[in-house]
């Protein structure tokens, strides 16, 4: 089993930045691939980005390159996204999740039924 909680999110304006965090507990964090989702309301969850446990292999979401930034702390259980230059359309309620069966150190898994814990989520509102 592994717990995540993330936390960071709120309102933010249009150009401006947010960090989420998200705090593995329970197992092994650093043999997960990590990824964030999101949801803006009446729209399905979409991958946001992940990296791969090994750190090697990060991949993101087309519409936030550029602007958003995934990174891992295997020491502290920890992923992080950092979020710049803001737009209303990214508001959401971001969740991270742990991909925990990857046998490849280098795999990001781009899809939800791979990812096998979840986060609770946490909003954030991109005023503009």
């Known amino acids: 089993q592994v717990q995540l909680v993330e936390s960071g999110g709120g309102l933010g304006q249009a150009g401006g930045s947010l960090r989420l965090s998200c705090v593995a507990s329970g197992r092994t964090f650093s043999s997960c691939a990590m990824g964030w989702f999101r949801q803006a309301p009446g729209k399905e969850r979409e991958f946001v980005g992940g990296?791969?446990?090994?750190?090697?292999?990060?991949y993101y979401l087309e519409s936030v390159k550029g602007r958003f930034t995934i990174s891992r702390d295997n020491a502290r259980n920890t992923v992080s996204l950092q979020m710049n230059s803001l737009k209303p359309e990214d508001t959401a309620v971001y969740s991270c999740?742990?991909?925990?069966?990857?046998?490849?150190?280098?795999?990001?898994?781009?899809?939800?039924?791979?990812?096998?814990?979840w986060g609770q989520g946490t909003q954030v509102t991109v005023s503009s």
């Open positions: 990296i791969s446990w090994s750190g090697g292999r990060i």
């Open positions: 999740a742990a991909a925990c069966t990857v046998g490849n150190m280098h795999y990001v898994p781009r899809f939800r039924d791979a990812y096998n814990y």
